[in-house]
């Protein structure tokens, strides 16, 4: 067990915001996330001054007789109690002044159970609806296959009008390269924190998030009469794989799989199949799904 998880800490707590354009492409932007870099700079100075105080507490203990009878010794009880808590290193980070550049403790953490979410669409016969259903199902039964105590849902749909003229200039953006600078309010009203627009108009579909103080996640879908929506499977796949981008999965290169993505030269249109199926995730996306989100084993 990493010291970072023996402190309560996932590593999906110490996530950066993220932008990402769905399967077409996946962008990240200076201003809105944490470098891994810096996240693993801080784990290890983390790690270093566990250590440190470790030494010279024993080493004073050693020393001075006197001083251990009269002010060390409950020093250390407190000490002895805050590492079977579990609770040191995750002190360590939040007094290092960590959560002021956006990466947060064990209340942000998603060892929280479940997210909500919403479809938002204006038609009640959305084909889309239940694709969205299945992907929900598809990743919590994949999380409680790898021993994952998180999932996704409830799931609340919303017949009503559909912002797509903020979904496109979201699209856009993205499509151009840049991140977008500012989210468009009406696409944050949801209650839900992953709001999901099935839209009637033709842009990139997107996921972008974690936004704001509630962290939310807004995914938007492109109609389905605009390829290559139109072809069998692909929809399917696209709203499953962006719900994978919500839950911090990256693009992979491998185009047989259901996260690959720009820079690799994977497209939607590789999700064509006659028959209706999710494609696999890869060894290593199972196993960043382990090291983000909490083990149902004690």
Same mark, same amino acid.
């Given at each position: 067990m990493s010291v970072l998880e023996a402190a309560g800490l996932s590593q999906a707590a110490l996530r950066s915001?993220?932008?990402?354009?769905?399967?077409?492409?996946?962008?990240?932007?200076?201003?809105?996330?944490?470098?891994?870099?810096?996240? /693993?700079?801080?784990?290890? #100075? @983390?790690?270093?001054?566990?250590? =440190?105080?470790?030494?010279?507490?024993? @080493?004073?203990?050693?020393?001075?007789?006197?001083?251990?009878?009269?002010?060390?010794?409950?020093?250390?009880?407190? =000490?002895?109690?805050?590492?079977?808590?579990?609770?040191?290193?995750?002190?360590?980070?939040?007094? #290092?002044?960590?959560?002021?550049?956006?990466?947060?403790?064990?209340?942000?953490?998603?060892?929280?159970?479940?997210?909500?979410?919403?479809?938002?669409?204006?038609?009640?016969?959305? @084909?889309?609806? /239940?694709?969205?259903?299945? #992907?929900?199902?598809?990743?919590?039964?994949?999380?409680?296959?790898?021993?994952?105590? =998180?999932?996704?849902?409830?799931?609340?749909?919303?017949?009503?009008?559909?912002?797509?003229?903020?979904?496109?200039?979201?699209?856009?953006?993205?499509?151009?390269?840049?991140?977008?600078?500012?989210?468009?309010?009406?696409?944050?009203?949801?209650s839900g924190d992953i709001t999901i627009f099935l839209a009637e108009s033709e842009f990139l579909s997107f996921a972008v998030g974690p936004l704001g103080p509630d962290r939310k996640e807004v995914l938007g879908v492109r109609g389905l009469r605009f390829p290559p929506l139109t072809l069998p499977n692909v929809a399917r796949n696209v709203i499953t794989h962006l719900l994978g981008i919500a839950l911090g999965l990256r693009h992979n290169s491998d185009p047989t799989t259901l996260m690959c993505g720009r820079p690799a030269r994977c497209r939607p249109a590789l999700f064509r199949s006659v028959t209706p199926r999710v494609f696999p995730l890869t060894d290593t996306e199972r196993r960043q799904l382990r090291a983000m989100y909490p083990s149902c084993v004690a």
């Open positions: 915001r993220r932008v990402c354009a769905g399967r077409l492409g996946c962008l990240r932007n200076r201003g809105w996330r944490v470098r891994a870099s810096s996240r /693993g700079a801080a784990a290890r #100075a @983390a790690v270093f001054l566990f250590l =440190y105080l470790h030494r010279a507490l024993m @080493a004073a203990l050693s020393r001075t007789k006197s001083l251990k009878s009269m002010i060390l010794r409950p020093v250390v009880h407190l =000490y002895t109690w805050l590492v079977r808590m579990k609770r040191l290193v995750g002190f360590v980070l939040v007094v #290092a002044g960590l959560s002021g550049n956006g990466v947060h403790a064990q209340s942000d953490s998603p060892a929280q159970q479940g997210r909500s979410v919403v479809s938002v669409t204006s038609s009640a016969g959305d @084909a889309r609806l /239940g694709l969205v259903d299945e #992907a929900v199902s598809f990743w919590n039964k994949t999380l409680q296959e790898l021993g994952v105590c =998180y999932s996704l849902g409830p799931v609340t749909r919303l017949v009503q009008s559909v912002p797509e003229e903020a979904l496109q200039s979201v699209g856009q953006l993205l499509e151009g390269g840049r991140g977008p600078s500012k989210i468009p309010p009406v696409l944050l009203d949801q």
